[in-house]
């Protein structure tokens, strides 16, 4: 963790993208400190940068210009590039990732799903993966395949694999644009509790009701963060 406390911290930070001959700016200068156990909402239409936001803070890409640490690495700033195996071991270990398609293994049970995070690690605990789909209400699929899963429970499977390395960060993008209401709220609500546990979270959506119920909601346009 970096000194200040936070898990995670950007400066200025910018990322341009070349595409058919013109440069697009995907974000401009954003600012975004995120602190322990903090829940922070992303909230914008699409097209706004929020996915681009969360794979530069993920280190799934790379930020043009601006200074970004996550989890006390530093990723850019200062004439610093973190190299590649190092984006890689920070996401190994202090960053989960649940994106609005559930990314399953469709040959692979609900607990080796969960589990597949540890392969990277060389590490398996069972224990573990099980526990953590109890938590999230799937103690009685624990053997299912995801065809045989509705998605509500095929979220709740993609978000106990997000937390089996214990992270510090979870990156959710929009995370229950697929759902219905009912189950949307009810995994908004394990989301809060995991932040409410200590878990920082980064969630974009495009839901302005349940942006509402995070504790900071930053409002993204066109690349840039909106003045309240």
């Known amino acids: 963790m970096n000194t200040n406390g936070h898990v995670v ?5 910018s990322k341009t993208y070349s595409t058919g001959g013109r440069e697009v700016e995907a974000l401009r200068g954003i600012d975004l400190t995120i602190a322990p ?6 909230l914008g239409p699409s097209g706004a940068g929020k996915t681009t936001a969360l794979n530069v803070v993920g280190g799934l890409d790379r930020p043009t ?3 970004l640490t996550v989890a006390g690495e ?4 200062n004439g610093h590039r973190a ?6 071991a920070l996401r190994r270990k202090h ?5 609005a398609q559930f990314h399953l293994l469709p040959t692979l049970t609900a607990v080796e799903n969960v589990l597949v995070p540890m392969i990277w690690e060389d590490a398996s605990d069972r224990g573990r993966a099980e526990g953590l789909l109890r938590r999230v209400g799937l103690d009685h699929r624990l053997t299912h395949r995801p065809d045989e899963l509705s998605g509500g429970e095929m979220q709740r499977v993609a978000l106990a ?9 979870l990156l959710a993008d929009e995370p229950t644009a697929n759902l219905d209401t009912h189950t949307r709220d009810e995994i908004f609500e394990l989301l809060r509790e995991l932040s409410d546990e200590g878990l920082a979270i980064l969630f974009a959506t495009h839901d302005h009701e349940l942006a509402e119920r995070g504790d900071t909601v930053l409002r993204l346009s066109d690349g840039v963060i909106a003045d309240d």
């Open 9 to 13: 911290q950007a400066t200025n930070l």
């Open 37 to 42: 156990g903090e829940f922070t909402v992303l």
């Open 65 to 67: 210009g601006g200074e």
């Open 74 to 77: 530093v990723i850019a700033g």
């Open 83 to 88: 190299r590649e195996g190092q984006l890689d």
């Open 95 to 99: 960053i989960g990732f649940v994106f």
């Open 161 to 169: 694999r997000a937390l089996v390395n214990r992270p510090a960060l």
